[in-house]
């Protein structure tokens, strides 16, 4: 079945500093691929995706390539702010006839220190 | 527009208890999900939804988990008898025909 995997955090930066966040998944088919914030106290949102193979999603400064060669799609950011503290979810969907449900990775703490 | 909401936002119940979580997705938004999210999980696909038509039940976990949407709008997710390992953080999410899901806040479950 499909899974995905992230690293493990939390991972703690200081501001300005450069963020990587590290995917990988494991798919049968073609899926797309989502990484989804969760910031203290609110819902899940959308950060950015990427549908198909050498696609960049990017939003908010952060960016992400959809690497079929290595079935990765890394999150990074060049210089995060305090406001980027969160949980990033790392996910992927395929199969339009099973309405295109996620899979999610477990997630990643982020704590930017001023 | 408003987005997704779930009510209650928090229920505690009592071991063998049933209790009823509600999710109102986006306004016409044909496809609603359903996840559970335990602690320091990610999110764990339940249940999905087309209009009214249930067609991926796959992820409940026991038969003490039943989902509804009658009406193709809002849905229900009931769960029977809860047990303590049925504490979590219940994800309601809608879309349109495009693929992004739009979430609501969770409802957050305690069984004790």
């Known amino acids: 079945g499909n899974s995905v995997t992230q690293m493990e955090g939390p991972v703690t930066l200081s501001e300005e500093a450069f963020l990587t966040i590290n995917c990988t998944y494991t798919a049968t088919g073609y899926p797309s691929l989502f990484w989804y914030v969760q910031y203290p106290g609110e819902g899940l949102q959308l950060l950015l995706k990427a549908t198909k193979a050498d696609d960049k999603g990017s939003n908010k400064g952060f960016e992400a390539t959809y690497r079929k060669e290595t079935t990765s799609f890394h999150l990074e950011k060049g210089s995060v702010q305090v406001s980027d503290s969160a949980v990033y979810f790392c996910?992927?969907?395929?199969?339009?006839?099973?309405?295109?449900?996620?899979?999610f990775g477990g997630g990643t703490r982020v704590l930017v220190k001023p | 527009g408003a987005g997704v909401s779930q009510s209650p936002r928090y229920k505690v119940a009592k071991r063998g208890q049933d209790v009823a979580l509600r999710c109102d997705p986006i306004?016409?938004?044909?496809?609603l999900f359903w996840y559970q999210q335990a602690l320091g999980q990610g999110p764990e696909f339940l249940t999905y939804f087309q209009n009214e038509a249930q067609l991926d039940k796959s992820g409940l976990p026991s038969d003490r988990f039943f989902a509804e949407r009658p009406e193709g709008s809002v849905s229900t997710l009931k769960i029977q008898r809860t047990q303590q390992e049925d504490s979590a953080v219940y994800l309601c999410?809608?879309?349109?025909?495009?693929?992004?899901?739009?979430f609501g806040p969770g409802t957050r479950l305690l069984v004790l």
């Open positions: 996910a992927l969907s395929e199969s339009k006839a099973a309405g295109n449900k996620l899979t």
């Open positions: 306004s016409g938004h044909v496809s």
């Open positions: 999410a809608s879309s349109s025909r495009s693929e992004t899901q739009y």
